[in-house]
């Protein structure tokens, strides 16, 4: 009996959802800003290779499925990059000390 390597990759994609859920959720909260940096530099491999994928298509079909998928992880991926800098900064924020007024 052969499993469908569609079903088995979606087992695996399921799976993977709910360990993220449960790794990030269970990270004490002095160790969110390090995450972030890091889900900063995936996300920014993940452009490298979106760009990659959005320029594998035909020259002479500028709408086709690599394209439109490539683009798209683009811009999901850049708004991650942009949110988790913000974040961050935030957080960070957090840390400093404040000024006394006189």
Do not use: C
């Amino acid at each position: 009996m052969e499993i469908d390597p569609f079903i088995f990759r979606l087992s695996i994609f399921i799976l993977s959802i709910f360990v993220g859920y449960y790794v990030v959720w269970s990270v004490t909260p002095s160790l969110h800003t390090p995450l972030m940096s890091v889900t900063n530099a995936i996300s920014s491999v993940i452009i490298v290779g979106a760009i990659i994928a959005s320029l594998a298509g035909n020259s002479t079909e500028v709408f086709n499925t690599a394209s439109i998928f490539g683009y798209l992880a683009i811009i999901l991926a850049a708004v991650n990059i942009f949110g988790g800098f913000l974040v961050t900064q935030r957080m960070l924020a957090m840390y400093k000390k404040k000024k006394k007024d006189k």
